[in-house]
């Protein structure tokens, strides 16, 4: 299998990084990594401007960017609810028969960390990792509707709402205003707005500081389940979120 030579080497340069060399010279890594100054230069910008490494003002020294500190935080978290949410996932399956999703923030998306394919599910569409936008879909507008003002702010700033369906919600100011009402009810739903003839609802976990960590949501076929149903199926969600909410510490 080919190497890309470039994306090696950088990440060669991060690996130098460690408890006895948490900063270190653009000559330090020149020698290191066996290469030109001017190449290792070129490289340390790419990865500065990513937020993988910064530069200390004062000496010139490079060390670890907090792109990676974020990036390791959404590891750590989502391993965390995944393991304490997975038993409330089967257990939400279990009883509507519908598939049942968990997910979390990343960039401007929603991720997929993990699922429960329901035993009277159609829906295949879904899968862990796969990523969903946040404006058609109930997990994306719980995961923006506890984000802070300031951070809902950045995320929006040149947000493209992509039109999935013709119930999509293509403009900033409707999407906000369904984001009030979220933070309201305390669940978000997607009517058709991202996949034809699905609807889904979706409901918060918090952490134990009271942040939005994840999102978990249960997905249905408009032709199986009717508002009616979908509604009973809106309480069995609030009570597991809450239940793993509480588990995570998180105290209303």
């Known amino acids: 299998m080919p190497i890309i030579q470039s994306l090696d080497r950088a990440l060669r340069i991060l690996n130098l990084f460690d408890d006895q060399n948490k900063e270190l010279k653009i000559t330090d890594i020149s020698q290191q990594m066996n290469l030109h100054k001017s190449t290792v230069?070129?490289?340390?910008?790419?990865?500065?401007?990513?937020?993988?490494?910064d530069q200390e003002g004062h000496t010139g020294k490079y060390r670890l960017g907090m792109t990676l500190v974020e990036k390791g935080q959404l590891l750590l978290q989502g391993l965390d609810i995944r393991g304490a949410a997975r038993p409330h996932l089967q257990e939400l399956s279990d009883l509507?028969?519908?598939?049942?999703?968990?997910?979390?923030?990343?960039?401007?998306?929603?991720?997929?960390?993990?699922?429960?394919?329901?035993?009277?599910?159609?829906?295949?569409?879904?899968?862990?990792?796969?990523?969903?936008?946040?404006?058609s879909s109930a997990v994306g507008?719980?995961?923006?509707?506890?984000?802070?003002p300031g951070e809902l702010a950045r995320i929006l700033d040149n947000y493209v709402f992509h039109i999935h369906t013709p119930q999509t919600i293509d403009r900033k100011d409707t999407f906000l205003e369904v984001l009030r009402g979220v933070?309201?009810?305390?669940?978000?739903?997607?009517?058709?707005?991202?996949?034809?003839?699905?609807?889904?609802?979706?409901?918060?976990?918090?952490?134990?500081?009271?942040?939005?960590?994840?999102?978990?949501?249960?997905?249905?076929?408009?032709?199986?389940?009717?508002?009616?149903?979908?509604?009973?199926?809106?309480?069995?969600?609030?009570?597991?979120?809450?239940?793993?909410?509480?588990?995570?510490?998180?105290?209303?």
Do not use: W
Request: charged letters at 20%; glycine letters at 8%; one cysteine or more.
């Open 41 to 53: 230069h070129s490289l340390l910008k790419t990865l500065q401007m990513h937020g993988y490494i």
């Open 96 to 135: 509507t028969g519908q598939s049942v999703h968990l997910v979390i923030m990343d960039g401007h998306e929603g991720v997929y960390i993990d699922k429960v394919e329901g035993a009277k599910a159609a829906i295949r569409y879904s899968r862990i990792g796969r990523r969903v936008p946040l404006h």
């Open 141 to 148: 507008k719980v995961l923006a509707a506890y984000r802070s």
């Open 183 to 252: 933070r309201h009810d305390g669940v978000a739903f997607d009517r058709e707005e991202n996949e034809p003839g699905v609807r889904c609802a979706a409901a918060p976990i918090f952490d134990h500081t009271g942040h939005c960590a994840a999102a978990m949501s249960i997905s249905t076929l408009v032709s199986h389940v009717d508002e009616t149903q979908l509604q009973q199926f809106v309480k069995l969600l609030l009570n597991e979120t809450r239940r793993i909410s509480a588990q995570l510490g998180y105290r209303s």
